[in-house]
């Protein structure tokens, strides 16, 4: 079954406001990485972690890996701030890559 | 079908050394990325090509990494000359769409 379910699969705010991504694992991970997907369709990271929080101008980063979680916290959203986050979690042993689905994020004025 | 196959799987070269992965993408896949894993950093983009053109190199990694995509079915990153902070995993992933498939990754060991 899946190992990591990110929520949500969609997410509208409007200018200013705030939420979190959140993505829940079925095993113990190792570390985990949040990305965004550019215009041209890459990957871009915005927090790797192996414990602990990061933050990063308005965006905030948590990862327990005993709970099985990590969250994205985004404050003060901006129009450019639109577009797909995935998390993607490290596995223990072998340190492959699972990847959450992915969550669209749309802000409206 | 066949998913995206890297080779080798592991290198271990000296110092100074040129060292060439190669990456075959999923047959009809337009893009094909590599990214740098290490324990540190995580995932890092190094390079991305859509229809064998290349949209970014990565910035950072501009020095001593070349990747170029010579067909639409294979691509190759050349790191010249390494270093032992290039010890890491190397990873290829092509997309149709959205769905990134990944590679096994090569891991590469500069001593």
């Known amino acids: 079954g899946d190992q990591v379910e990110q929520s949500p699969s969609a997410l509208s705010l409007h200018e200013g406001t705030g939420s979190a991504l959140r993505c829940n694992f079925t095993?113990?991970?190792?570390?985990v990485q949040w990305f965004r997907k550019n215009s041209r369709g890459s990957l871009i990271n915005l927090f790797y972690?192996?414990?602990g929080t990061k933050e990063n101008g308005r965006l905030k980063s948590a990862f327990d890996s005993k709970e099985r979680y990590s969250t994205l916290h985004i404050r003060d959203a901006q129009l450019e701030d639109s577009g797909t986050y995935f998390c993607?979690?490290?596995?223990?042993?072998?340190?492959?890559?699972?990847f959450g689905d992915g969550t669209v994020l749309t802000v409206k004025p | 079908d066949a998913g995206v196959t890297q080779t080798p799987r592991h290198e271990v070269a000296e110092k100074g050394q040129t060292i060439i992965l190669k990456c075959e993408p999923v047959?009809?896949?337009?893009?094909l990325f590599w990214y740098r894993q290490t324990k540190i950093q995580g995932l890092e983009l190094l390079s991305y090509?859509?229809?064998?053109?290349?949209?970014?190199d990565g910035g950072a990694f501009k020095d001593r990494f070349k990747a170029e995509m010579l067909n639409s079915s294979f691509s190759t990153l050349k790191i010249q000359p390494t270093e032992p902070k290039d010890s890491a995993v190397y990873l290829c992933?092509?997309?149709?769409?959205?769905?990134?498939?990944f590679g096994e990754g090569s891991r590469l060991i500069v001593v």
């Open positions: 992933a092509s997309s149709l769409r959205d769905t990134l498939y």
């Open positions: 047959s009809g896949h337009n893009d």
């Open positions: 090509f859509r229809s064998k053109s290349l949209m970014e």
């Open positions: 993607a979690a490290e596995h223990t042993n072998t340190g492959k890559l699972t």
């Open positions: 095993t113990t991970m190792r570390a």
């Open positions: 972690l192996a414990s």
